[in-house]
């Protein structure tokens, strides 16, 4: 008898850890009696049974939700104490609004989202306490798994920001250097503090091409034709004795 119960608690387990699409709760389960601590649906691997397959069945059976079509095989969390491997397949999309319900009778009480940035990371944390109002023993079987956990979501979270376009707006004022040549570039500002239009060449920015209406914000009305200056502009001329007499040095000249 005692040989048996060594070998049953040398048995690999295997399950999943089941994310919300932003990757900030987790799932946890609660086993049938009063004082089980919350952890991840796992369960022992059967005779001939491949590891994933396990964590699919133990998962549905805990939870009644397939995650055989997330499952991938290399993204998984693992620990081993007392001669027992433990794996957690880590399955993130998971919708916050899935309606959760155990197969197997009398084994799971409870299923829980809980944020991932409160649970405990070890025996004397105080965050769930804190912020959940849970002794750090209410979750013995989840700490292994919490710090590893949150170093795999900030790498996750770090190539996706790496992956992510730039936006072209993320500042106003921008230096392209090209073909040796530095091109200088500016953005307009609206009077509520938004960006018009796009990034524009200094050096080009009376260039017809610049306007989203290209050419035809530059044709004549009455002639129709391209390239011609508007009728306003015909007679313009400047009142040249206004402007001299502004000028010191032409009054002094006079004078």
């Known amino acids: 008898m005692g040989d048996f119960k060594s070998y049953k608690m040398t048995v690999p387990t295997y399950g999943a850890i089941m994310l919300d699409p932003d990757m900030k709760y987790c799932l946890l389960v609660q086993g049938f009696y009063t004082k089980a601590s919350w952890g991840f649906p796992k369960g022992k691997i059967n005779a001939e049974e491949s590891p994933e397959d396990c964590a699919v069945r133990e998962v549905l059976e805990e939870t009644g939700f397939d995650v055989k079509d997330l499952l991938k095989p290399d993204k998984y969390l693992e620990r081993q104490w007392n001669g027992q491997l433990t794996r957690l397949y880590i399955i993130n999309g998971v919708p916050l609004s899935t309606k959760f319900q155990p197969r197997t009778r009398k084994e799971i009480k409870s299923l829980h989202w809980f944020p991932i940035d409160a649970l405990p990371t070890h025996k004397k944390d105080l965050t769930?306490?804190?912020?959940?109002?849970?002794?750090?023993?209410?979750?013995?079987?989840?700490?292994p798994f919490v710090k590893s956990l949150?170093?795999?979501?900030?790498?996750?979270?770090?190539?996706?920001?790496?992956?992510?376009?730039?936006?072209?707006?993320?500042?106003?004022?921008?230096?392209?250097?090209?073909?040796?040549?530095?091109?200088?570039?500016?953005?307009?500002?609206?009077?509520?503090?938004?960006i018009a239009g796009k990034p524009r060449s200094l050096a080009t920015q009376f260039d017809t091409g610049a306007f989203p209406g290209g050419q035809d914000q530059w044709m004549s009305k009455s002639s129709g034709r391209s390239g011609v200056c508007p009728d306003a502009w015909k007679n313009f001329k400047f009142d040249v004795e206004p402007i001299l007499d502004c000028l010191p040095s032409y009054r002094r000249s006079l004078a």
């Open 128 to 143: 769930s306490k804190m912020q959940l109002n849970m002794n750090p023993n209410s979750f013995f079987m989840a700490i």
């Open 150 to 194: 949150r170093k795999w979501i900030d790498n996750k979270n770090t190539q996706q920001e790496a992956r992510r376009p730039k936006s072209a707006n993320s500042s106003i004022f921008k230096a392209k250097i090209q073909e040796g040549q530095e091109e200088n570039k500016y953005q307009i500002l609206n009077r509520n503090g938004t």
